[in-house]
């Protein structure tokens, strides 16, 4: 009886043996040289001001999980913040425009927000009391979060036709706002002006010219509030969709030295309610895409801001709250480790996942504050990849996507590979471009000979010798019983489940650096190796 039962599963499991492809590679890194920089707290989540109400393609995602009314004392929330060790957070969205702070001169009344028909985004001006905000204050000091909040920039302008604003920033709400801050001593990493303003703008945008004149006026405010002061915030606009002119002409306007970081929002799969979310997500073709705003943004600030930076203020892959039953499970982490990656190389100092928790995007899920499988994606980069991005480059077909840094906190080198392909396993060897180089002046190879014998001619990834077995760390990820859309992702084999809110241990298997790697379809890998010779990493 055991020997059919075990007869049935080997058939069974037949065409699935029979259909994967396996593809021999090499990959190369080059630790002499770094590409580009982010910044130590590269990993960011966002915090929105949507109410339970906010609701899109008939669900309403949110519930209650806002600025406003999100529960600061569940313990589960506390402990996925504090598993980063210094989380960076943005507390902003589409309705902080419509945020007026209760203290100090407000002449407007403060209420709640509440649906309105003709109201931006369809609803009314919200309203943020200083008991919530010293609440959310407190969260912040006793997990360690690093604050960056996204000012109100319409407060005073008028809509002049369709969704164009003019008119003066009116400032006084948000200077006793940040009187009120300071004097209770709350730490701010950065002020953000403005969500989602600039060029056409998502539902209302303001032009270049005044948005310039504005950021001058807050920067002079910050010097003078923060005066004397041992830490001063930094200043990140616009906040929105990547407008070429328009963002060149901010540059110009606010001139040198005004704007500490250009930060721009990527929703590059679409709709939420789009069928072919998931084939987007596996499209090496369309991830890449979105590298040419990277690359436009890294060119307008060498030219016209080389005293800004690039964050990525917001993204969520998907629009109007995420993709149901996608954003939320494994396949996403597909977009956002390869998004991750693709920032990282284009100069990106900070990338803010749209959200920590609300909508179908969050870290986590917004009734059970349980950890979505993106949660972990992210936590994985914040421990292992560094800020020295390193050059990186494979003979493998482009389903397989990789990334490589200095490793954090640690010698040595990380690597992310991403496993687009349904039907390839691919088995990679790792090569230091450091002993490819040797190898070329020693032996004098010709370029074309040598690409051809170099898996035959190394297989060491350092050029120390030793006489210890040298191991690398792997950390191999897939979807809960094969299924892509699990909420539980899987790790060496293990499914990543809290227990009474605790994050569980992310342990690697060690492996001996000298054999190859092998990622299977559909997977995903953090791979570390602490004995690659890197003279990039210091």
Partial sequence: ????????????????????????????????????????????????????????????????????????THPFLAKAVQAFNRLRIRIGGSLQDQVLYNVGNLKSP?????????????????????????????????????????LNALHGRHKIRRSLWGGDWDSSNAQDFMKYTISKGYQIDSWEFGNELSGNGVGAHVLASQYGKDLIY??????????????????VAPGGFFDQEWFVKLLQISGSSILDAMSHHIYNLGAGVDPKLISKILDPNHLSKVANTFSNLTHVIRRHGPWASAWVGESGGAYNSGGPHVSDTFVNSFWYLDQLGMASKYHTKVYCRQTLIGGNYGLLNATTYVPNPDYYSALLWHRLMGKVVLAVDSDASSFLRTYAHCSKGRTGVTLLLINLSKQTKFIMDVQ??????????????????FTHSLKKTFSWVGVKASDEP?????????????????????LNGVPLLTDAGNIPRLDPIRVNVMSPISLAPLSIAFIVFPNFDAPACG
């Fill in 218 to 235: 807050l920067k002079k405010i910050i010097n003078e509030l923060y005066k004397g002061s041992q830490y001063k915030p930094s200043l």
């Fill in 432 to 449: 230091n471009s450091i002993n490819i180089k040797l190898a070329v002046k020693e032996e004098n190879i010709s370029p074309d000979s």
């Fill in 470 to 490: 040298l191991l690398r760390e792997e950390y191999h990820l897939t979807p809960k019983n094969g299924y892509l859309q699990s909420r539980t992702m899987v």
């Fill in 110 to 150: 403060c209420h709640p927000f509440r649906q309105m028909k003709d109201g931006l985004f369809g609803f009314s001006k919200g309203c943020l009391h200083m008991e919530r905000w010293d609440q959310l204050n407190h969260f912040f000091n006793a997990t360690g979060v690093m604050l960056t909040f996204s």
């Fill in 1 to 72: 009886m055991e020997f059919r039962l075990i007869l049935f599963l080997f058939v069974a499991s037949l065409p699935a043996i029979l259909a994967e492809e396996i593809s021999h590679g090499t990959i190369v890194v080059d630790g002499t040289t770094t590409v580009a920089q982010t910044d130590d707290n590269f990993i960011c989540a966002t915090i929105d001001w949507w109410p339970h109400d906010k609701c899109d393609y008939k669900q309403c995602p949110w519930h209650y999980t806002s600025a406003i009314n999100l529960d600061l």
